[in-house]
């Protein structure tokens, strides 16, 4: 039996069961998922590890409502994602998800205030004042007050998934899916953001961070393996390491 | 999503590409331009040959002998010679001509001292200056007694006293020479300056026709009549009036070609508006192939851009936008495309059209419709050639396009 350090009344965010997925590529039926089940709850720092072709992007897709799965149930905040249709799906990824992606997606040649506003937009009952006030809110959350009117290509990786991070934030999902969001950095930048997405974490957020790094699996406070399509280890980390400490650490650059 | 902010996200798009979306914006303007400009030169024109029609005497009617078939040899009209001054008399009783006169005309120099020049003098009677809309500017015009005595006096056109009077004498009272026909002139022109075909409307002179049958060209037939109509639109039955009657005095058996020719001003407006029109239609066909490709550029510059933002889109959808709100913005954008370029096109057009008539001096006249209807046609360009591209990307698996590189 596993035993939750969050599981003691804390809201269900995420329960899927038995989820299968399979695509046909090329005239061959490929199994992603082989029923996949677990339970995320509200206020949890989940890792989701794998190597590739463990299943795991399709797992993210089918959590962020960007797929369906093949059998099995998704509920997501309570409500069932298999009975939704494609526009229910776009509004719960509008209301409910942030994402957090690799290559950041900025919109180019674009502010950070308004790549930060961009999900407020696609949400009729945001105005425009509370849109830009909210967005501000976001970018001082992940440190980044200062630097509201930097355009995306005039800022460092570090620096621009700050501003992904904070357009995630900015419509309050109640869960926030980073998909290797470290992936591109450096490692003194890595440990910035991971220390952020603690932060974040300390602050209540609810966090599933997808990675193929076994590294990061220690400064989560849970980790769950992915292989072939299937869990094979659940672990809770009750007593996570401090990302900024690691920060700290590392050597100055000094060549 | 609301509209306002639809707008400021195509706008954003937009602006982030501002070279490429004026050279497709180029394609618009260029064809609303045209279109705009072709229809002002095309009504400018009708509108003109009106208003020369009008001037001209808008019910008139003019009589001429017809050709006819001799021994088998078809003859030239000109050597006809079967209307006669009877027909004329004749055809002054008849109901519905308010002014008729008979035309017998004369090409020959025209001397004043040392001055002469080529003109023609035209017999006719005082009506004539009625059909023909001409007024006496100075003097008098020749009177019914001149006509019976075959009087030799004449009326200048404006023309003619230019050229023969060059130091600004009053010609009124002085005695010139056609040929070797003396003639005094009894007055002067109103200028009309030239009509719609370039002819100069002032260089003619006016004397009693019998004055021209009798002492210049020695004939004993009228060259032609001019009559005009009581009302515009009763030339067609006056027409037909005199067509009878002619027919009855020239004793031409039922089924036989008529051996004369009447013209009316309306059939003549009708052959130069049909030419007209068929110009404008011609010259529209021309603007609207190049408006309709200026929207296939619309189309390929927007499925270029769809290709090129495949990311973006990914990007939108997987925070939260519908397919509606993805092909609305490309809609939009490619409708601010077209319509921008619709409204610079209008005024390009419009600039367009007085150079042509400031350099050209070529009548134009711009209509309403005409830019309604450009602006309506590149408008819904807009949507027909944004559609499918927009369809596209609306269209996208969020999951490919969020990672397509």
Same mark, same amino acid.
């Given at each position: 039996?596993?035993?939750?350090?969050?599981?003691?009344?804390?809201?269900?965010?995420?329960?899927?069961?038995?989820?299968?997925?399979?695509? #046909?590529?090329?005239?061959?039926?490929?199994?992603?998922?082989?029923?996949?089940?677990?339970?995320?709850?509200?206020?949890?720092?989940?890792?989701?590890?794998?190597?590739?072709? &463990?299943?795991?992007?399709?797992?993210?897709?089918?959590?962020?409502?960007?797929?369906?799965?093949?059998?099995?149930?998704?509920? *997501?905040?309570?409500?069932?994602?298999?009975?939704?249709?494609?526009?229910?799906?776009?509004?719960?990824?509008?209301?409910?998800?942030?994402?957090?992606?690799?290559?950041?997606?900025?919109?180019?040649?674009?502010?950070?205030?308004?790549?930060?506003?961009?999900? *407020?937009?696609?949400?009729?009952?945001?105005?425009?004042?509370?849109?830009?006030?909210?967005?501000?809110?976001?970018?001082?959350?992940?440190?980044?007050?200062?630097?509201?009117?930097?355009?995306?290509?005039?800022?460092?990786?570090?620096?621009?998934?700050?501003?992904?991070?904070?357009?995630?934030?900015?419509?309050?999902?109640?869960?926030?899916?980073?998909?290797?969001?470290?992936?591109?950095?450096?490692?003194?930048?890595?440990?910035?953001?991971?220390?952020?997405?603690?932060?974040?974490?300390?602050?209540?957020?609810?966090?599933?961070?997808?990675?193929?790094?076994?590294?990061?699996?220690?400064?989560?406070?849970?980790?769950?393996?992915?292989?072939?399509?299937?869990?094979?280890?659940?672990?809770?980390?009750?007593?996570?390491?401090?990302?900024?400490?690691?920060?700290?650490?590392?050597?100055?650059?000094?060549? | 999503?609301?509209?306002?902010?639809?707008?400021?996200?195509?706008?954003?798009?937009?602006?982030?590409?501002?070279?490429?979306?004026?050279?497709?914006?180029?394609?618009?303007?260029?064809?609303?331009? &045209?279109?705009?400009?072709?229809?002002?030169?095309? %009504?400018?024109?009708?509108?003109?040959?009106?208003?020369?029609?009008?001037?001209?005497?808008?019910?008139?009617?003019?009589?001429?002998?017809?050709?006819? %078939?001799?021994?088998?040899?078809?003859?030239?009209?000109?050597?006809?010679?079967?209307?006669?001054?009877?027909?004329?008399?004749?055809?002054?009783?008849?109901?519905?001509?308010?002014?008729?006169?008979?035309?017998?005309?004369?090409?020959?120099?025209?001397?004043?001292?040392?001055?002469?020049?080529?003109?023609?003098?035209?017999?006719?009677?005082?009506?004539?200056?009625?059909?023909?809309?001409?007024?006496?500017?100075?003097?008098?015009?020749?009177?019914?007694?001149?006509?019976?005595?075959?009087?030799?006096?004449?009326? +200048?056109?404006?023309?003619?006293?230019?050229?023969?009077?060059?130091?600004?004498?009053?010609?009124?009272?002085?005695?010139?020479?056609?040929?070797?026909?003396?003639?005094?002139?009894?007055?002067?022109?109103?200028?009309?300056?030239?009509?719609?075909?370039?002819?100069?409307?002032?260089?003619?002179?006016?004397?009693?026709?019998?004055?021209?049958?009798?002492?210049?060209?020695?004939?004993?037939?009228? %060259?032609?009549?001019?009559?005009?109509?009581?009302?515009?639109?009763?030339?067609?039955?006056?027409?037909?009036?005199?067509?009878?009657?002619?027919?009855?005095?020239?004793?031409?058996?039922?089924?036989?070609?008529?051996?004369?020719? =009447?013209?009316?001003?309306?059939?003549?407006?009708?052959?130069?508006?049909?030419?007209?029109?068929?110009?404008?239609?011609? +010259?529209?066909?021309?603007?609207? =192939?190049?408006?309709?490709?200026?929207?296939?550029?619309?189309?390929? =510059?927007?499925?270029?851009?769809?290709?090129?933002?495949?990311?973006?889109?990914?990007?939108?959808?997987? #925070?939260?936008?519908?397919?509606?709100?993805?092909?609305?913005?490309? +809609?939009?954008?490619?409708?601010?495309?077209?319509?921008?370029?619709?409204?610079?096109?209008?005024?390009?057009?419009?600039?367009?059209?007085?150079?042509?008539?400031?350099?050209?001096?070529?009548?134009?006249?711009?209509?309403?419709?005409?830019?309604?209807?450009?602006?309506?046609?590149?408008?819904?360009?807009?949507?027909?050639?944004?559609?499918?591209?927009?369809?596209?990307?609306?269209?996208?698996?969020?999951?490919?396009?969020?990672?397509?590189?």
């Amino acid at each position: 039996m596993l035993k939750h350090a969050y599981s003691n009344g804390m809201k269900e965010i995420i329960r899927v069961e038995k989820l299968r997925r399979e695509f #046909i590529v090329g005239g061959e039926k490929v199994k992603a998922l082989r029923g996949v089940s677990f339970t995320i709850r509200e206020g949890e720092f989940v890792t989701i590890m794998g190597t590739s072709g &463990s299943g795991k992007s399709t797992l993210l897709n089918i959590l962020g409502c960007l797929d369906t799965p093949t059998s099995g149930e998704y509920w *997501l905040d309570g409500v069932s994602v298999q009975s939704m249709s494609k526009n229910q799906r776009a509004v719960t990824r509008n209301r409910k998800i942030g994402f957090v992606f690799q290559n950041y997606n900025l919109l180019p040649k674009t502010t950070a205030i308004e790549n930060v506003e961009l999900p *407020l937009l696609y949400n009729p009952s945001v105005g425009a004042r509370e849109r830009r006030e909210m967005a501000i809110k976001a970018l001082e959350a992940v440190g980044l007050g200062s630097r509201l009117n930097h355009k995306s290509n005039q800022m460092s990786g570090g620096q621009q998934q700050r501003v992904a991070i904070a357009r995630a934030l900015v419509n309050d999902p109640v869960i926030i899916l980073a998909d290797e969001a470290t992936g591109n950095l450096d490692t003194r930048t890595s440990f910035s953001i991971l220390t952020l997405f603690q932060e974040l974490h300390a602050k209540g957020r609810t966090i599933i961070f997808v990675t193929h790094n076994p590294e990061l699996a220690e400064y989560s406070s849970r980790n769950i393996v992915l292989r072939d399509g299937k869990v094979v280890s659940d672990t809770c980390n009750d007593f996570p390491a401090s990302a900024r400490e690691a920060y700290e650490n590392l050597p100055k650059e000094n060549d | 999503m609301n509209i306002a902010n639809l707008l400021k996200i195509a706008l954003k798009a937009l602006n982030n590409n501002k070279l490429r979306c004026f050279l497709t914006m180029l394609g618009i303007i260029i064809g609303v331009a &045209s279109v705009i400009t072709m229809l002002a030169i095309g %009504q400018g024109s009708k509108n003109s040959i009106k208003a020369q029609i009008s001037e001209m005497g808008s019910n008139m009617i003019m009589i001429h002998p017809g050709s006819m %078939q001799r021994g088998g040899v078809r003859q030239s009209a000109d050597d006809m010679k079967s209307l006669e001054v009877s027909d004329y008399e004749a055809l002054q009783t008849l109901p519905g001509i308010a002014a008729i006169s008979p035309s017998v005309n004369s090409s020959g120099q025209l001397v004043n001292g040392n001055n002469n020049y080529p003109s023609t003098i035209y017999g006719v009677t005082p009506d004539y200056l009625d059909i023909r809309k001409l007024k006496v500017k100075e003097g008098a015009m020749f009177t019914e007694h001149d006509i019976k005595s075959a009087a030799k006096v004449c009326i +200048l056109g404006k023309t003619v006293v230019d050229n023969l009077f060059p130091n600004g004498e009053d010609p009124v009272g002085r005695v010139i020479r056609f040929g070797k026909i003396p003639l005094t002139v009894v007055g002067v022109l109103e200028s009309k300056g030239t009509n719609s075909m370039g002819m100069d409307q002032d260089d003619v002179v006016i004397a009693p026709y019998t004055t021209v049958m009798k002492r210049i060209l020695a004939i004993d037939y009228i %060259q032609g009549i001019f009559a005009s109509a009581v009302d515009e639109n009763r030339t067609e039955e006056t027409i037909d009036r005199i067509t009878e009657m002619l027919r009855r005095r020239h004793k031409i058996q039922p089924g036989a070609d008529d051996d004369f020719d =009447i013209r009316s001003q309306q059939e003549l407006s009708q052959m130069m508006n049909s030419t007209s029109d068929m110009m404008t239609v011609l +010259l529209a066909c021309i603007a609207g =192939i190049s408006l309709l490709v200026g929207g296939i550029g619309i189309m390929n =510059i927007m499925y270029v851009s769809v290709t090129e933002r495949t990311r973006e889109i990914g990007l939108r959808m997987s #925070i939260g936008a519908r397919g509606i709100d993805i092909l609305s913005q490309f +809609l939009i954008e490619a409708v601010i495309i077209s319509v921008s370029g619709g409204v610079i096109g209008i005024l390009v057009g419009c600039l367009a059209t007085w150079l042509v008539n400031v350099i050209a001096h070529w009548p134009v006249y711009i209509q309403m419709y005409s830019v309604l209807l450009s602006f309506a046609v590149c408008t819904v360009t807009g949507i027909f050639f944004g559609w499918y591209p927009a369809k596209k990307a609306a269209g996208l698996d969020p999951i490919e396009a969020i990672r397509y590189e």
